[in-house]
């Protein structure tokens, strides 16, 4: 379908995937557009190597360190 023009829009934690499946990649934190761009753009941007990397820096967090808030209406939102 992307090769015959249509845009098809992935949700993921895991930047492996991401940047295997993805011409452009839109990082966000708490509901919010953080960075986007291609992969090439995203770490020459951001100065690294690995997409998780980019999440690092954009973000200042792991997602593998990301505990549930359970009592949230959205257990994976992280309170602010």
Do not use: Q
């Amino acid at each position: 379908l992307n090769r015959d023009g249509m845009t098809i829009f992935l949700t993921t934690h895991f930047m492996e995937e991401a940047e295997a499946l993805c011409e452009r990649i839109c990082i966000m934190d708490a509901g919010k557009i953080v960075t986007e761009g291609s992969v090439p753009e995203l770490m020459e941007k951001h100065n690294a190597r690995t997409l998780e990397e980019v999440f690092l820096a954009t973000t200042g967090s792991n997602l593998g360190n990301e505990e549930a808030n359970l009592n949230a209406s959205d257990p994976y939102v992280r309170n602010r």
